[in-house]
C-alpha cells in the first residue's frame, strides 16, 4: 500500500518541488498551500505530515496543529515533521511533540533520507 504524506506549507514552489520529490520516491502527496485543523488531517489519513510554522493567512502554526494532532485520539501517534527557518524550531518542535523538524532550508536529500527512515 502506498504510503500518503501531507505537505503543508504556504509556498508553493516549496510545495511543487516536494511532490515532485516525494512522488517520485513513490509516496502518495497530499498538499496544502493553507493551514489545514486537525480534524481535516484525521480526514486525509496521511502516514506522516511535513508541516510548515508559519502558515501565512492561517490563523494556527504549525506547531500549534501539532500539538492538536498529538492531542487526538486518531492522530496521536501520527509522526509529524516541522519544516521551518523559525530560530526556536528545535524548541517549537519539542513543545509540540513533533517527530522532529527541519530547518529552511533544507537539503533535500536529507529531508528524503528522514521521510524514508519514519515511513519504513
Partial sequence: MTKR???IDDDEDILNILSIIFGDEGYEVIISNTGTTAEEVQL???DLVLLDVRIRGFDKTGDQICN??????GTRNLPVILLSAEVDVPILARKSGADGYIRKPFNIDNLVSRVNQILS
Fill in 44 to 46: 486525509i489519513h496521511p
Fill in 5 to 7: 504524506i501531507l505537505v
Fill in 68 to 73: 492538536e494532532l498529538k492531542a487526538m485520539d
